[in-house]
C-alpha cells in the first residue's frame, strides 16, 4: 500500500479522536450548536495542511473516480471563491448550511463550537463561537478551560506524521488542491504499476 494511503487512514483514527472528544465537551458542558447552523463554515480565515486533506482527497478519487477528481480539481483551479467547496448554504445569507465532507473535515472544523487556546506559555482560555455564546450566555460563565480539549492538539499529532505535508497551513481550498494534486500523482503512479 502507498505509504501516504497508509497515512491517511491514520489521520482519519485522528479524526475520530478528535470528533469525539470535541462533540463529547460540547454536550457535557450544554453547548450545542445551533440547528441548521454553518456560519463558522464562511470564514475566509479557515485554514489547513496539505496533509490534513489527504483523507478527503483519497475519499474525492476513490469514491468518484479520476476523470471526476480532475474536474474537480479545474473546478477548484478556476474558482475565486474563499468559501470551502464543501460548504452546503441553505439560506440567502449562507449562515445556514452543511458540510458535505463531514467525515473527512480537517482538524479546526471540528473545534469551531467550544474548545481552549493554550498560548507560548502553556496557559488556555477559552474560544467559544458567538452564536454559542449568544444562545447560552450563563453557561459559558461557568467554563474552566482547564477541562477544555484544545485546538490545535490533534492537528500537532497529524504533522508528526509527516512534517514536509503537515507544517505548512493554507486556505482551505488551497490545501484541498494540493492534496487533490498529490492523490491524483499516486493514484496515476498505482495505475501504472497495476497495467
Ligand atoms: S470542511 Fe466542512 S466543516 Fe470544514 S469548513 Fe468545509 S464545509 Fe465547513
Ligand atoms: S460552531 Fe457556531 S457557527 Fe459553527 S455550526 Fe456551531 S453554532 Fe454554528
Known amino acids: 500500500m502507498n505509504w501516504h494511503r497508509e497515512i491517511a ?5 485522528i479524526y475520530r479522536e478528535s470528533n469525539e472528544t470535541f462533540s463529547n465537551y460540547q454536550q457535557q458542558m450544554g453547548l450545542p450548536c445551533l440547528s441548521g447552523c454553518g456560519a463558522c463554515c464562511l470564514s475566509p480565515e479557515i485554514s489547513a495542511s496539505i496533509l490534513e486533506m489527504l ?3 483519497f475519499s474525492v ?6 476523470e471526476f477528481a480532475e474536474q474537480f480539481l479545474q473546478q477548484l483551479e478556476n474558482s475565486q471563491d474563499f468559501v470551502c467547496v464543501f460548504y452546503k448554504r441553505l439560506s440567502l445569507d449562507g449562515k445556514k448550511g452543511h458540510c458535505t465532507n463531514y467525515e473527512f473535515r480537517p482538524s479546526v472544523c471540528r473545534s469551531f463550537g467550544a474548545a481552549a487556546l493554550r498560548d507560548k506559555n502553556g496557559n488556555k482560555s477559552m474560544s467559544i463561537c458567538k452564536y454559542i455564546k ?3 450566555p450563563e453557561t459559558i460563565k461557568n ?3 482547564i477541562d477544555a480539549p484544545v485546538i490545535g492538539d490533534f492537528a500537532k499529532k497529524i504533522t508528526l506524521l509527516d512534517p514536509y505535508l503537515g507544517n505548512k497551513l ?3 481550498n488551497e490545501a484541498l488542491k494540493l492534496a487533490l494534486i498529490k492523490v491524483l500523482s499516486i493514484t496515476y503512479f498505482e495505475g501504472n504499476r497495476s497495467a
Open 9 to 13: 487512514g491514520h489521520i482519519e483514527s
Open 55 to 57: 483523507p478527503t482527497a
Open 61 to 66: 478519487v476513490d469514491k468518484n473516480g479520476v
Open 134 to 136: 449568544e444562545a447560552f
Open 143 to 145: 467554563l474552566d478551560p
Open 170 to 172: 493554507y486556505p482551505i
